[in-house]
């Protein structure tokens, strides 16, 4: 067993002699008031917007430990910093996987910090670790370009090893709250990634194929270009809905076999329009629908599924 393999069977130890394990399934909001040590699965500590919408403002992985800062603040008697009272934002912690946990209770942590110097040792590098991921999530927000912080959250969860399968739970809904983006401009970065063969897809599964460009990416070394992609057609769908800032009085449909597409398309657009596409159905009875009067200035392209 490697130095990182014996740490955490020790701090799992430590921590189960004075905790109960417990089971528990995606999506349970844990209890505020205690303390929690991970030991299998992905929490994050949710908050409430100004819209009222449940988003990830901090993720905890497999060995990490959270939950712990209400006892902290007994501990060094501290009654609250500053004017507005921060923990209002906070909704608690959200099991975003299946997870094993170790629960403990408020007042046995208290104890055991107040006691113990491998729990009072083991608390404070959570707390340092936890502060380093929040000011690392603070820079990426402020200081990348939006393609780069979808690629910097997709390299923290990727495995270490190949495959590179991301986790399901990385929804696009879910990245595009967490790094304060709107869903439509994860959707273009993704499709982006996949057209470039950083990512494919197997199956339902989602993989990495090319973590050394996405680093570039992060790096700011290599820049991705995802606007350009006016519009994938979703696997499993009948047909798009394209119209341009022209208005919609002119109507056609194609099948999309006739084109050669099977399963997506990507839209060409020319300067002079601005393309919008949706899509509906499924099978061999897609249709495309054209709302153009301009339709002969907007050129169709096969393009791989994505």
């Not at 055991?112 to 999530?137: K, Y």
């Not at 439509?184 to 090319?210: C, H, P, S, Y």
């Not at 398309?265 to 949706?278: D, E, Y």
Request: proline share 5%; aromatic share 10%.
């Amino acid at each position: 067993m490697d130095s990182n393999g014996e740490l955490f069977t020790n701090r799992a130890a430590v921590f189960e002699q004075i905790g109960r394990i417990r089971e528990v399934p995606r999506g349970t909001l844990l209890s505020g008031s205690d303390a929690y040590w991970l030991k299998k699965g992905v929490c994050a500590l949710t908050c409430v917007n100004a819209g009222g919408k449940e988003y990830s403002f901090l993720y905890f992985e497999e060995g990490m430990l959270f939950g712990f800062v209400p006892v902290l603040e007994r501990y060094y008697a501290i009654n609250g910093m500053g004017r507005v009272n921060s923990s209002k934002f906070f909704s608690g912690f959200l099991t975003k996987t299946d997870c094993v946990i170790v629960d403990i209770p408020a007042q046995i942590s208290l104890k055991q910090v107040r006691s113990n110097p491998q729990i009072r040792s083991a608390v404070m590098r959570a707390a340092t670790l936890n502060l380093v991921n929040m000011l690392t999530h603070s820079m990426v927000l402020s200081a990348l370009p939006v393609a780069a912080r979808v690629c910097y959250l997709l390299l923290e969860f990727a495995p270490e090893k190949p495959p590179y399968v991301l986790p399901q739970f990385l929804s696009y809904d879910e990245i595009a709250t967490h790094l304060d983006m709107h869903v439509i401009t994860v959707t273009k970065i993704f499709r982006a990634l996949f057209a470039n063969g950083i990512l494919e897809k197997k199956g339902r599964q989602r993989v990495v194929v090319d973590p050394d460009r996405l680093l570039a990416i992060v790096n700011l070394e290599q820049e991705l270009e995802y606007r350009k992609i006016g519009c994938l057609l979703r696997e499993g769908s009948a047909g798009v809905m394209l119209r341009t800032g022209h208005g919609s009085s002119t109507f056609s449909r194609v099948s999309l076999p006739l084109l050669g597409i099977q399963k997506s398309l990507r839209f060409v657009k020319r300067p002079a329009s601005s393309v919008w596409a949706s899509c509906r159905g499924t099978g061999e009875s897609r249709r495309m629908y054209f709302f153009s009067p301009v339709l002969a200035q907007t050129r169709v392209s096969p393009c791989s599924v994505h």
